[in-house]
């Protein structure tokens, strides 16, 4: 869009539509608009590499070390990024033109550009129709129970882009030292990377403030539970926000897992109790899911709506369901790619076999990322609620015991440095859940088990009316599962492949590995 093209310097300056031909006009009559001279003589440094680029056999030895490199990221996936290899290979600048157009024109074609278009128009017209909806009054102060890992993250997206003060509340306060430690780094990276100014940061460090007790009781309009998965204690947070903050004041409860109407069933104002589920980590995951139960009232999902577009989130307004939608879809995939480990595979062959298919992290990768720790505390809930299709492996016990909380302790399916930088797979893995890697299956085996069990769990969402349409499941299943973006989301890829392949699939691998493989009944008529 034209803020983002004026800050890469694609364009000089942005003005209304109305004032264009005045101020251009201007411009010219103050001699402000200069051309570029072709005939301007080059520095020996710019002669040089002109030179340089224009020799044949050191533009192809650099192109053909960037294209493996390539190759390693996206596979083949995406068409774009080969031909966009090819055409710099061209030295002459007007054959190099003419490629251009031949190319683009070729791409434009393809059912990658056809998908990746309809995946980010989808994506407009939900931030548009989420826009309409929350359109109400700027949050003008956040309050934030709980200073864990997920607490910090939430206290810097507010201070950062909502720019709304916001006070961090825990019992504890050297957990809080560390949330605003983290905060504060998050912001100097942010600086570091020229994205705001040392002034800008300090100015947004100091909106973040924190404590033991509750503070601003008159002001707080906005309060976000944050401690872990227990549903007594976040009802005793609810409790204890309703009797301290206003009666305006919107309780909104980060959960992955818990029904909010339960949540809200010890409320005095439960119109005001809202389920706000934010994915790890939740500084660069583009997406939260926005939960209300069915006492919400609309002002309160439109200030929920409004609030998560301030901290430049993309909000999803799903329903009252065990799981909601992303953790229904993403945990099948993570929990069979465990599987595929126990029954013989490595984990970087498992890794890789997700990233052919398009994923750019392989789902053992995933769970380090957001901890094997948080995905066993969630399960039980899952399993209770959805029965068999959730059941977690007995190995996972033996992790768990081993201490593998993934990047959180620098311990997981991998190993990783002191800045967090993934290094290796942990080979002792295979001691610890006692199996050795002998890799019998293929890659395309085990993406297929992986993907099949994400599909039918995706059906079973739509089945549910889990989410507002397969439109807004497509851009989900990018922006919060990790769905490959090329393939246009879940729903288009299920729509691509067709039920009657995928139930035949799904009743073949039932056959082989058992019930966690049996068929949505929705997907079942779809074939028939």
Not at 513 to 528: N, S
Request: some cysteine; aromatic content about 8%; hydrophobic content about 40%.
């Amino acid at each position: 869009n034209v803020e983002q093209a004026l800050k890469l310097g694609l364009i000089d300056m942005a003005v209304p539509a109305n004032r264009l031909f005045q101020v251009a006009y201007q411009r010219l009559l103050d001699n402000q608009v200069q051309k570029i001279d072709p005939k301007r003589p080059l520095t020996p440094l710019k002669k040089w590499r002109k030179q340089l680029e224009g020799n044949q056999y050191y533009r192809n030895k650099v192109l053909d070390r960037l294209e493996n490199r390539a190759w390693q990221r996206t596979f083949g996936n995406y068409p774009a990024v080969q031909e966009l290899i090819e055409l710099l290979k061209e030295p002459h600048f007007r054959a190099g033109l003419h490629l251009e157009q031949q190319l683009l024109a070729k791409l434009f074609q393809t059912e990658t550009s056809r998908v990746l278009i309809d995946l980010k128009r989808t994506e407009r017209a939900m931030k548009d129709k989420y826009a309409i909806r929350g359109n109400v009054q700027d949050i003008s102060q956040v309050s934030i129970l709980g200073s864990g890992y997920m607490g910090a993250g939430i206290a810097y997206l507010t201070a950062n882009y909502a720019q709304v003060p916001v006070r961090i509340k825990d019992i504890h306060p050297s957990e809080i030292q560390k949330a605003l430690r983290t905060c504060f780094e998050l912001m100097q990276k942010e600086a570091e990377h020229k994205k705001i100014s040392s002034g800008v940061m300090i100015q947004r460090m100091n909106l973040i403030t924190g404590g033991e007790r509750l503070v601003a009781a008159k002001s707080t309009d906005f309060v976000i539970e944050a401690v872990y998965e227990d549903l007594k204690l976040k009802q005793r947070m609810l409790q204890e926000s309703e009797n301290y903050y206003n009666d305006h004041a919107i309780f909104a409860t980060n959960t992955s897992t818990l029904s909010i109407k339960e949540i809200a069933s010890v409320a005095q104002r439960p119109q005001n109790v809202i389920g706000f589920h934010y994915f790890s980590p939740v500084t660069t995951q583009p997406m939260v899911e926005i939960i209300p139960h069915e006492g919400t009232c609309e002002h309160t999902i439109a200030t929920a709506i409004h609030f998560a577009i301030q901290q430049g989130k993309v909000p999803l307004l799903v329903s009252d369901t065990r799981g909601f939608f992303i953790n229904r879809i993403l945990t099948p995939l993570l929990l069979e790619a465990i599987e595929c480990l126990i029954d013989g595979e490595s984990i970087e062959f498992i890794d890789r076999s997700l990233q052919e298919f398009g994923f750019k992290l392989g789902p053992l990768a995933i769970i380090d990322e957001m901890g094997l720790d948080v995905l066993v505390k969630s399960n039980p809930t899952l399993v209770e609620a959805f029965g068999e299709r959730f059941v977690m492996p007995q190995a996972v016990n033996l992790l768990i015991r081993n201490e593998r909380k993934g990047c959180k302790n620098k311990r997981g399916f991998y190993l990783y440095n002191t800045q967090g930088e993934r290094v290796q797979e942990d080979k002792s893995i295979y001691h610890v859940m006692e199996t050795i890697a002998q890799n019998d299956l293929e890659a395309e085996e085990i993406a297929r088990r992986c993907i099949l069990r994400m599909i039918n769990e995706a059906a079973w969402c739509l089945q549910e009316n889990v989410i507002q349409s397969a439109e807004e499941g497509n851009v989900a299943s990018v922006l919060g599962a990790h769905f490959p973006q090329f393939r246009g989301g879940i729903y288009a890829y299920i729509e691509k492949i067709g039920a009657k392949e995928i139930v035949r699939q799904l009743r073949l691998h039932e056959t082989r590995y058992g019930k966690r493989f049996k068929p949505c009944d929705w997907l079942v008529q779809q074939a028939e």
